[in-house]
């Protein structure tokens, strides 16, 4: 019976070459129907093809069962198909060449991922003689080995090095001995500061904030010379000068105002740091802050500024200061009251420094203490320093240098002596622009040689 079923199938251009026979050349009528578009695939009817397959290899091949595709779920539809086992035959020979190019490719990167893992590193002992094992031909199964060659590799060096004895550490534990004294909390003292340390990332300054504004660094040091002035004068807790600074700064850098209300925000910001560091303040303290002004703003206008600041910090004052800082690496330092002292006057004098408002307080504590060391008995930054503030030497040099050039500034500029008249009665701090490693230290700043 004549084969009526000629359905349309697509295959590539290089599935139906067989030695000894050419599509093409022996069936010249019906190639007519085949459109070639360069090298794109060929469409030809089924039906055609199969007039030139042997009539012993089809009776070989008409049942299912021995076709050599038949667990091929690529020429399972072809076996429904009568006359087509020389199709079938060609599939799988296709697909046999694919799967053994895929296999040897997988094979060799097998290996390359074998000899790249064997130079890792001692702990991969056992890659080279899984390489060597010509036994494991499946390469999935290889890839399998290695993965549980390296996961136990991994695991065995995470029990040696858990297996090793702790390093001694040469660091003071400084904490131990205030167990008793209860206000120290020495239980929660290093979390605490953990947290400042975070805290004041949080609550950072810029650098340069006052680009664009009409506020200059200049119009800056005036104003807080001004309030150190006035802090001296109402004999005010060192922590609401830090933190006035501090507010006025933050407040800066997030709302730009006009110069002639300056110094109404840095009134205003002293009252916010009075009542957060000091407690309430009643109507008669905020009109001594009216009088200092020269009566230049109102008790209300003092108000209504204090309510801007507010709002715009979000009510968020509580920024870690570096008077803070400067107490703990003190006590880590052991240092004695005259160290302490002119590393609080090194400190102080950043404040009006407006190329160092971006450095952390915990970096201008650690820069201070370490220079004051340095300016009183040459004393090095120890390990035990180097912890507790975890800033080493080479990284508060920087810092150094500005502190070292305002110590020189300070000496020669007659416009700003409310820091050095302030502890000019407890340091002798005329000397110390003299100083042989200030004026090193200060050299790159300054321009000099």
């Known amino acids: ?110 290996s390359k991922v074998t000899e790249r893992t064997a130079r890792w590193g001692e702990r991969f002992t056992y890659v080279d003689t899984l390489q060597r094992d010509r036994r494991a031909n499946n390469t999935a199964e290889r890839l399998m080995l290695d993965r549980k060659v390296w996961r136990a590799s991994i695991l065995e060096s995470r029990r040696t090095e858990a297996a090793k004895p702790p390093t001694k550490t040469t660091v003071e534990d400084i904490d131990a001995g205030d167990s008793e004294m209860l206000h120290l909390c020495s239980e929660y003292v290093k979390d605490i500061y953990a947290y400042l340390m975070a805290l004041e990332v949080k609550r950072a300054v810029r650098p340069g904030y006052l680009e664009g504004s009409k506020i200059t660094a200049h119009m800056r040091a005036v104003l807080i010379d001004w309030l150190i002035e006035a802090h001296s004068s109402f004999q005010l807790h060192q922590e609401t000068l830090y933190l006035t600074v501090a507010i006025l700064d933050r407040f800066l850098q997030v709302q730009p105002i006009s110069p002639n209300k300056l110094q109404l925000i840095g009134v205003a910001a002293m009252l916010l740091a009075f009542k957060y560091e000091e407690g309430h303040i009643d109507a008669h303290g905020i009109q001594e802050l009216a009088d200092i002004t020269d009566n230049t703003f109102t008790t209300s206008q003092i108000r209504q500024a204090e309510r801007v600041v507010l709002r715009r910090l979000n009510f968020d004052l509580g920024r870690p200061l570096a008077l803070h800082f400067l107490r703990r690496a003190s006590k880590a330092a052991n240092a004695s009251v005259e160290r302490h002292m002119l590393a609080k006057y090194l400190m102080e004098l950043t404040l009006l420094d407006y190329a160092m408002v971006h450095y952390r307080p915990s970096e201008v504590a650690a820069a201070s203490l370490c220079l004051s060391q340095l300016l009183l008995g040459g004393l090095p930054w120890t390990p035990t320093d180097q912890h507790y503030t975890t800033y080493d030497e080479a990284h508060l040099k920087p810092i150094m240098q500005h502190i070292a050039k305002n110590v020189v500034v300070s000496e020669g500029n007659i416009n700003f002596q409310a820091v050095k008249l302030k502890y000019s009665s407890k340091l002798d701090v005329t000397r110390l622009s003299e100083s042989s490693t200030v004026k090193s230290l200060a050299a790159p700043l300054l321009g000099n040689p």
């Not at 030695?19 to 019906?30: A, I, L, Q, R, Y």
């Open 1 to 110: 019976m004549e084969n009526s079923f000629r359905p349309v199938f697509v295959v590539s251009s290089g599935a139906f070459r067989h030695t000894g026979m050419d599509v093409e050349k022996e069936n010249p009528v019906h190639m007519e129907n085949v459109n070639v578009p360069g090298r794109c695939t060929k469409r030809a009817a089924l039906g055609d093809l199969s007039n030139f397959a042997n009539k012993e290899h089809n009776t070989k091949f008409q049942t299912v069962q021995h076709l050599k595709a038949s667990d091929s779920v690529y020429t399972r539809p072809l076996q429904v198909i009568p006359g087509l086992p020389f199709v079938a035959d060609k599939v799988w020979e296709r697909m046999t060449r694919l799967t053994g190019h895929c296999g040897r490719h997988l094979k060799l990167m097998a």
